[in-house]
């Protein structure tokens, strides 16, 4: 199968040598993402907006390689303080509904940027 590179000004551009999502058949594969505003590239201040940076630049990916957030089936959180763990189930619940993707949650020292929280996912688009 060949892979099909995913690219929208919707979410921040690669800041590394990566790129923001691959598709190969009906599979994507988001890279992670920061809390950063893809107009100004700068991180957003505070977790909560962080949290929600974060899913909004997710689904602006997906949608770019033909779903939504409702088409991921795995989610993986990462956390420099596993405190926030409450606050990112709390507004995940806003962009997603159930069924729930599969999702770890792990605690880190530290994320690029400084930033607090970063997630990337697999989707499954229906053929």
């Known amino acids: 199968?060949?892979?099909q590179i995913i690219q929208t000004a919707g979410a921040p551009q690669?800041?590394?040598?990566?790129?923001?999502?691959?598709?190969?058949?009906?599979?994507v594969y988001l890279s992670g993402q920061i809390g950063l505003d893809p107009v100004s590239m700068q991180?957003?201040?505070?977790?909560?907006?962080?949290?929600?940076?974060?899913?909004?630049?997710?689904?602006?990916?997906?949608?770019?390689?033909?779903g939504s957030l409702a088409d991921v089936v795995k989610l993986n959180v990462f956390l420099t303080d596993l405190g926030h763990f409450a606050l990112v189930n709390s507004i995940m619940a806003?962009?997603?509904?159930?069924?729930?993707?599969?999702?770890?949650?792990?605690?880190v020292a530290s994320l690029p940027r400084g930033a607090l929280v970063e997630a990337d996912g697999v989707l499954v688009l229906e053929s």
């Not at 929600?52 to 770019?64: D, G, K, M, P, S």
Request: overall charge neutral.
């Open 1 to 3: 199968m060949q892979k």
């Open 43 to 66: 991180l957003v201040e505070g977790i909560e907006a962080q949290i929600h940076r974060v899913f909004q630049n997710l689904q602006a990916v997906a949608e770019a390689a033909g």
């Open 94 to 107: 806003e962009y997603f509904s159930q069924p729930y993707p599969a999702r770890a949650a792990v605690g």
């Open 14 to 27: 690669a800041i590394g040598t990566y790129s923001q999502a691959v598709k190969v058949g009906a599979t």
